[in-house]
């Protein structure tokens, strides 16, 4: 099988400071993946070459085998809807016309929206539990509504792949539990799913592999069983897990200390 | 598109209604408004013959109809093409900007206009091409010069950060606009070219010639047809440039052409009328609150919301010291920056701008 997303020898840096090397991976068909690593591993970074709003240095990222170089960003984005961490709207835009933005991708330069469109809309509201909150004011909604709002504009692009950055990041561990059940959902209607995760106790039971980065090494890829280890994640984060048994022992039985 | 969607068999009701009756509710008080201006003046012309006369027919004396068709009627089209232009040209800015804050002089154009005015008024010989003067002709290619400027100065590696764009506007505006002071310590003429000039700066809609009219309802035309696809990218826009990016908005040209044709706009409407202050900032800014901000749906009732709103302006600027008039661009100042602050305090708890 063919991967949707796949990074050959992909190597970025911004000015001299290096942030992937030699990256090899590939994004399948209904695969759901938690990149996790520290701050400035490259996390965002490597969400956004799969987006092709950021070209690498080195390296090709490739769209079902094709170059995303040589492939207008109208054309990814009608596969791949990236979902930003933060979206400052300066106007007071109700929930119906920020999602209708998806269908930017499909519309001509001086067509209005058909009913596919519509549709396209309807159907991503519905999916995020968003639908009647599409007359409220985007700017007006908490943070948990907002995340789903914005995971709506990205379904609304009827993509294959959706790519979510920090989609947890902000939101209180009911909300968080929202996303969680979201991004099940999604997976049972066949969209393949990045998440860049800083929460690495909700990763367990909803994504299937974790991409581990750390600063300056190559990203190692396995189950969420091989790769939540402490051993692991002392390394890669640089820190001292053991100090803190009960943040380990959270962290192997989520369910028990959230709910 | 009206409210609502068929969708495979049911109906897709749109949240946000698009509210076609303010376009019709416009286009009438438009009509009302030109013919109660056009009853106002010196000579008062009643508005039942007038509009018999403007539907072909021929209610009104000679001296009326000379009145009616050489002076009252260019003054009127007058401030309907500026209000529209600059209201427009203030969309576009707000849109690109991001900012509801923005106005058609963002970009520096002010400064250009105000000292290629000045050059007309005070070193050039009184010429004039299809009835604009030297101060207007200037001022025109003052305003697209700086703009000119200003982008290339704030063009990095083939793109224009906002900021920069924003902050050499601002320093092109104030140099140029300050530097028009040389020259009016030039002036030998003892405050002819002055009052010629303050006027000017202070917004003044002129007696235009129908050639004149001409020009700038073409230059009107191309502005609002140009404007007409930018609108949805200017949603898009909103989201943040990285994101429009990613959405397949091709965002620096749609940049160059909102700069393009937001400066066709605002040079139209500088050169029929000097610097309006106000319009252009709170025409959108009133509609967004009715609509909603929606460029689609703002562009039609901003043109002619600021054609009315410049109307009435310039009626009572002409009408309330008769036979004295006020500079309009004093009137829109006085009556729009007080509005506006209205405006900014009574929303400021329901709807963040």
Same mark, same amino acid.
């Given at each position: 099988? *063919? =991967?949707?997303?796949?990074?050959?020898?992909?190597?970025?840096?911004?000015?001299?400071?290096?942030?992937?090397?030699?990256?090899?991976?590939?994004?399948?068909?209904?695969?759901?993946?938690?990149?996790?690593?520290?701050?400035?591993?490259? *996390?965002?970074?490597?969400?956004?070459?799969?987006?092709?709003?950021?070209? =690498?240095?080195?390296?090709?990222?490739?769209? *079902?085998?094709?170059?995303?170089? @040589?492939?207008?960003?109208?054309?990814?984005?009608?596969?791949?809807?990236?979902?930003?961490?933060?979206?400052?709207?300066?106007?007071?835009?109700?929930?119906?016309? @920020?999602?209708?933005?998806?269908?930017?991708?499909?519309?001509?330069?001086?067509?209005?929206?058909?009913?596919?469109?519509?549709?396209?809309?309807?159907?991503?509201?519905?999916?995020?539990?968003?639908?009647?909150?599409?007359s409220r004011v985007f700017n007006q909604l908490s943070g948990g509504e907002r995340q789903r709002v914005k995971i709506a504009l990205g379904l609304a692009q009827q993509p294959q792949l959706l790519l979510l950055d920090e989609p947890m990041q902000h939101l209180d561990i009911g909300r968080q539990f929202e996303i969680v059940d979201l991004i099940c959902l999604l997976r049972r209607e066949g969209i393949a799913?990045?998440?860049?995760?800083?929460?690495?106790?909700?990763?367990?039971?909803?994504?299937?592999?974790?991409?581990?980065?750390? =600063?300056?090494?190559?990203?190692?890829?396995?189950?969420?069983?091989?790769?939540?280890?402490?051993?692991?994640?002392?390394?890669?984060?640089?820190?001292?897990?053991?100090?803190?048994?009960?943040?380990?022992?959270?962290?192997?039985?989520?369910?028990?200390?959230?709910? | 598109m009206a409210g609502q969607v068929t969708v495979e068999g049911t109906i897709y009701e749109r949240a946000q209604k698009h509210k076609p009756w303010l376009l019709a509710v416009l286009s009438a008080a438009l009509v009302l408004a030109v013919l109660v201006a056009a009853g106002i003046g010196a000579v008062h012309l009643p508005i039942g013959l007038l509009a018999r006369q403007l539907i072909g027919g021929d209610s009104l004396s000679t001296d009326q109809q000379i009145i009616l068709f050489t002076i009252r009627l260019p003054r009127i089209v007058a401030s309907l093409l500026v209000g529209s232009a600059l209201s427009v040209s203030g969309l576009l800015f707000q849109g690109l900007f991001r900012n509801p804050l923005a106005d058609p002089y963002v970009i520096g154009s002010s400064g250009g206009a105000v000292l290629g005015a000045s050059i007309g008024v005070f070193l050039l010989p009184p010429i004039s091409v299809a009835g604009f003067g030297t101060a207007a002709l200037l001022a025109f290619v003052g305003a697209l010069a700086s703009i000119t400027l200003v982008y290339w100065l704030a063009r990095v590696d083939g793109r224009t950060p906002v900021v920069a764009l924003l902050l050499a506007g601002f320093a092109v505006s104030t140099m140029l606009s300050y530097s028009s002071y040389f020259l009016e310590v030039l002036d030998r003429d003892f405050g002819t070219g002055m009052r010629v000039l303050a006027s000017w700066l202070h917004g003044t809609i002129a007696q235009p010639t129908w050639p004149q009219l001409a020009i700038v309802t073409l230059m009107l035309a191309i502005g609002l047809a140009g404007?007409?696809?930018?609108?949805?990218?200017?949603?898009?826009?909103?989201?943040?440039?990285?994101?429009?990016?990613?959405?397949?908005?091709?965002?620096?040209?749609?940049?160059i052409a909102v700069i393009v044709i937001g400066s066709i706009l605002t040079a139209a409407a500088v050169a029929l009328g000097g610097l309006i202050s106000f319009v252009g900032l709170i025409v959108p800014h009133m509609l967004r609150m009715v609509l909603g901000p929606d460029h689609v749906r703002l562009l039609p009732a901003t043109a002619l919301t600021g054609a009315l709103f410049l109307l009435v302006a310039d009626t009572v600027a002409r009408a309330a010291i008769a036979p004295a008039e006020l500079p309009v661009g004093v009137l829109t100042a006085l009556i729009g920056g007080p509005f506006f602050l209205y405006l900014l305090r009574k929303t400021k708890q329901e709807v963040m701008l």
């Open positions: 099988m *063919k =991967p949707l997303i796949e990074f050959a020898g992909v190597g970025f840096s911004y000015g001299d400071r290096n942030i992937l090397r030699d990256l090899d991976a590939g994004v399948f068909e209904n695969q759901c993946i938690a990149v996790v690593g520290p701050n400035g591993a490259g *996390k965002t970074t490597l969400l956004r070459l799969a987006a092709g709003t950021l070209a =690498p240095v080195c390296g090709e990222v490739r769209l *079902k085998s094709r170059d995303l170089r @040589f492939l207008k960003q109208r054309e990814i984005a009608r596969s791949v809807a990236f979902v930003p961490q933060n979206v400052e709207v300066p106007f007071s835009f109700t929930v119906e016309e @920020f999602v209708e933005q998806g269908r930017t991708p499909f519309l001509k330069m001086f067509g209005g929206l058909c009913a596919g469109d519509y549709e396209a809309m309807r159907r991503a509201m519905e999916l995020t539990d968003t639908w009647s909150l599409r799913i990045v998440a860049s995760m800083h929460d690495l106790a909700l990763i367990e039971g909803t994504f299937a592999s974790v991409w581990l980065m750390s =600063p300056g090494e190559p990203i190692r890829q396995g189950s969420p069983d091989e790769m939540l280890r402490p051993k692991v994640l002392e390394i890669a984060f640089n820190c001292q897990l053991h100090h803190r048994p009960r943040l380990l022992e959270r962290m192997r039985n989520p369910m028990e200390y959230t709910v | 404007s007409v696809p930018l609108a949805r990218n200017l949603n898009t826009l909103a989201l943040g440039e990285e994101y429009a990016t990613h959405l397949g908005l091709s965002v620096q040209q749609t940049r």
